[in-house]
């Protein structure tokens, strides 16, 4: 094997080209329709006040290397520790992609397109390009990424006044025209919403904001020092037993060290539950297990208080029923969680701030929508992503592992779960990287 195409730069893709260099594997061509690849959404639509939920000493990039980050850190930016801006995350992963490039320019291409079809054959695949353009590769990595939220059913964003509806949730004018008697509902109350009432603020918004979620469950902080304890045996692949394991270690090592001591079993736990044990972990135990697991920066969390303080921001739990244009702005009808009657807001703005969607028949994106059509990918049996072996082979529609398209990141997530930080698409790529290296010499060597 001598090529390999990745699709999406962003931290998977990314890091996926870096590792093969690393493991001096098949040279790598890297495909982003973005026009600065290595950042990804995650650390380039970021504002300044937006800062990693995960502490600077695990964001290494490299799994065998866990303090490269903190050495980084100290060179470029020694003011900062703990947590820090996204951005300056995104500086780390560009100049790691820049060094690996000039390092070995004939092994690492970059080709700024959108891909939006793949045809595998028995001996490679070729990619089509929006540009019209086609590209040749031996196997193909998809790293596209979340999707993009979805619109909650009852909004119809034509329906009602320009400006009212911001779909892009991190876009710079999601305050502009806003005054301070306006208010802003934000749909999703979890970490897009965080970020969403920081920039909202940081933007000179004073009006009010409002964050509707069926639960109204807001991530939980960090503390300011971790408190590590671990696990001996991994508990039982069962929701309702995973629960009662996690409150009694609770009592003995506080709730945010039972949660994290789960990390080195989540996997494994993952993969030997039961279909309906998964799908009743996401039913009833998802939305618990996001705000735990997923934390916010202690200060980030400070901010966030504050401005509930203020009464510039509510979290409410309830439905949301309809939207309507209304003047110049929308009225919103939603349930409250646990009552039968229906209450009502004017809002200025709507902001989806519903989270990555996973279900790739709902996906509007041309290369998703194609895969699927011609069944070389299928959905996961939850619904959650792109269904692949525990190796990160893709799954056909009809079953067939496919040697030559691989799957890497958060779509991921039907297979392996905890998939979504860098700590664990760090370690994916990683071992992605030594197969295909492997496979690599075993071709060089005629084997
Ligand atoms: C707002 C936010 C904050 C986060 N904060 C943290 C954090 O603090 N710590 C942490 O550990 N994790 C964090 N994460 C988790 C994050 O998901 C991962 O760290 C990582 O960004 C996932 O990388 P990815 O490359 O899979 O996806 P993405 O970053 O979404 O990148 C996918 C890339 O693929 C490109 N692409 C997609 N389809 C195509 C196509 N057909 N052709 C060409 N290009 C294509 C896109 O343009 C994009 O650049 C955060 C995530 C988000 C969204």
């Given at each position: 094997?001598?090529?390999?195409?990745i699709?999406?730069?962003?931290?998977?893709?990314?890091?996926?080209?870096?590792?093969?260099?690393?493991?001096?594997?098949?040279?790598?061509?890297?495909?982003?329709?973005?026009?600065?690849?290595g950042?990804?959404?995650?650390?380039?639509?970021?504002?300044?006040?937006?800062?990693?939920?995960?502490r600077?000493?695990?964001?290494?990039a490299?799994?065998?290397?866990?303090?490269?980050?903190?050495?980084?850190?100290a060179r470029?930016?020694p003011?900062l520790?703990?947590?820090?801006?996204?951005?300056v995350y995104?500086?780390?992963?560009a100049?790691l992609?820049?060094?690996?490039?000039?390092?070995?320019?004939?092994?690492?291409?970059?080709?700024?397109?959108e891909a939006?079809?793949?045809?595998?054959?028995?001996?490679?695949?070729?990619?089509?390009?929006?540009s019209?353009?086609?590209?040749?590769?031996?196997?193909?990595?998809?790293a596209?990424?979340?999707?993009?939220?979805?619109?909650?059913?009852?909004?119809?964003?034509?329906?009602?006044?320009?400006?009212?509806?911001?779909?892009?949730?991190?876009?710079?004018?999601?305050?502009?025209?806003?005054?301070?008697?306006?208010?802003?509902?934000?749909?999703g109350?979890?970490?897009?919403?965080?970020?969403i009432?920081?920039?909202?603020d940081?933007?000179?918004f004073?009006?009010?904001?409002?964050?509707?979620?069926?639960?109204g469950?807001?991530?939980?902080?960090?503390?300011?020092?971790?408190?590590?304890?671990?696990?001996?045996v991994?508990?039982?692949?069962?929701?309702?037993?995973?629960?009662?394991?996690?409150?009694d270690?609770?009592r003995?090592?506080?709730?945010?060290?039972?949660?994290?001591?789960l990390r080195?079993?989540?996997?494994s736990l993952?993969?030997?539950?039961?279909?309906?044990?998964?799908e009743?972990?996401?039913?009833?135990?998802?939305?618990?297990w996001?705000?735990?697991?997923?934390?916010i920066?202690?200060q980030?969390?400070?901010?966030?208080?504050?401005?509930?303080?203020?009464?510039?921001?509510?979290?409410?739990a309830g439905?949301?029923?309809?939207?309507e244009?209304?003047?110049?702005?929308?009225?919103?009808?939603?349930?409250?969680?646990g009552?039968?009657e229906?209450?009502?807001?004017?809002?200025?703005?709507?902001?989806?701030?519903?989270?990555?969607?996973?279900?790739?028949?709902?996906?509007?994106?041309?290369?998703i929508?194609?895969?699927?059509?011609?069944g070389?990918?299928?959905?996961?049996?939850?619904?959650?992503g792109?269904?692949?072996?525990?190796q990160s082979?893709?799954?056909?529609?009809?079953?067939?592992?496919?040697?030559?398209?691989l799957?890497?990141?958060?779509?991921?997530?039907?297979?392996?779960?905890?998939?979504?930080?860098?700590?664990?698409?760090?370690?994916?790529t990683?071992?992605?990287a030594?197969k295909?290296?492997?496979?690599?010499?075993?071709?060089?060597?005629?084997?």
């Amino acid at each position: 094997m001598d090529h390999v195409a990745i699709i999406g730069g962003g931290f998977s893709g990314t890091l996926q080209a870096i590792n093969l260099l690393r493991h001096d594997g098949p040279r790598a061509t890297l495909i982003e329709r973005q026009a600065v690849p290595g950042r990804g959404v995650a650390y380039s639509t970021a504002h300044p006040d937006h800062l990693l939920n995960v502490r600077a000493g695990n964001m290494s990039a490299l799994p065998q290397d866990p303090e490269h980050f903190i050495r980084w850190l100290a060179r470029r930016r020694p003011d900062l520790s703990g947590f820090v801006p996204r951005l300056v995350y995104g500086d780390y992963l560009a100049e790691l992609l820049a060094e690996a490039c000039a390092a070995a320019p004939d092994r690492l291409a970059i080709v700024h397109d959108e891909a939006d079809d793949v045809a595998l054959s028995s001996d490679g695949a070729v990619i089509s390009l929006a540009s019209g353009k086609r590209l040749s590769a031996d196997l193909v990595i998809l790293a596209p990424g979340n999707l993009p939220p979805h619109i909650p059913r009852p909004l119809d964003p034509a329906a009602l006044p320009a400006g009212s509806f911001a779909a892009e949730p991190w876009s710079a004018d999601v305050a502009d025209g806003l005054g301070p008697d306006d208010t802003v509902l934000i749909v999703g109350s979890g970490l897009t919403m965080v970020d969403i009432a920081l920039l909202l603020d940081a933007r000179g918004f004073r009006g009010r904001m409002v964050a509707l979620s069926r639960r109204g469950l807001a991530p939980r902080a960090h503390a300011d020092a971790a408190i590590p304890s671990s696990l001996d045996v991994r508990p039982p692949p069962h929701a309702v037993a995973l629960l009662r394991h996690v409150r009694d270690r609770s009592r003995e090592v506080g709730w945010r060290s039972a949660v994290d001591e789960l990390r080195p079993y989540t996997e494994s736990l993952w993969q030997a539950a039961s279909l309906p044990e998964r799908e009743r972990f996401l039913r009833h135990l998802r939305a618990w297990w996001d705000v735990h697991r997923h934390r916010i920066a202690p200060q980030v969390a400070t901010r966030i208080e504050a401005l509930r303080k203020e009464g510039r921001l509510d979290i409410v739990a309830g439905k949301l029923e309809a939207a309507e244009a209304h003047g110049d702005g929308t009225r919103v009808r939603y349930r409250p969680r646990g009552t039968i009657e229906t209450a009502t807001i004017d809002v200025r703005r709507i902001v989806n701030a519903t989270g990555p969607q996973g279900n790739v028949e709902r996906s509007e994106q041309p290369l998703i929508q194609r895969l699927l059509a011609r069944g070389m990918i299928r959905p996961d049996p939850l619904r959650i992503g792109i269904d692949v072996t525990t190796q990160s082979e893709v799954i056909d529609a009809r079953g067939n592992v496919q040697d030559r398209l691989l799957a890497l990141g958060p779509m991921t997530r039907g297979t392996f779960w905890e998939i979504v930080a860098v700590p664990d698409i760090r370690r994916q790529t990683w071992s992605v990287a030594r197969k295909l290296a492997n496979a690599h010499w075993v071709g060089g060597e005629g084997l």
